[in-house]
């Protein structure tokens, strides 16, 4: 079993900046690609970012892309999404997950974090 826990959201005005993080309680962390997702009010969950294990590649959808990045401290077990110039439509619960492999599709990861919630004003 691997728990995953988001921190970092919080209410922000456009423009702004946030960086989220993601705790991860495993131990072959490293062995993990590991994505960000978001769910926005009356909106289906959709992919943000992912990286690979080693960190080494990153995938973005392109609403985000030149905006947010993901990164990973695979010795603190821990993932990033640092969030720029962010917009009202960036509004939702930010999860993160686990997976074999980084790709775009949610059905791909097995775990999942409570999600953290992101507001950003007008």
């Known amino acids: 079993q691997v728990q995953l826990v988001e921190s970092g959201g919080e209410l922000v005005q456009a423009g702004g900046s946030l960086r989220l993080s993601c705790a991860a309680s495993g131990r072959t962390f490293s062995s993990y690609a590991m994505g960000w997702f978001r769910q926005g009010p009356g909106k289906e969950r959709e992919f943000v970012a992912t990286?690979?294990?080693?960190?080494?590649?990153?995938y973005y959808a392109d609403s985000v892309k030149g905006r947010f990045t993901i990164s990973r401290d695979n010795a603190k077990n821990t993932v990033y999404l640092q969030m720029n110039s962010l917009k009202p439509e960036d509004t939702a619960v930010y999860y993160c997950?686990?997976?074999?492999?980084?790709?775009?599709?949610?059905?791909?990861?097995?775990?999942w974090g409570q999600g953290t919630q992101v507001t950003v004003s007008s």
């Open positions: 990286i690979r294990g080693s960190g080494s590649r990153t």
């Open positions: 997950a686990a997976g074999p492999i980084p790709t775009m599709a949610s059905t791909n990861y097995d775990y």
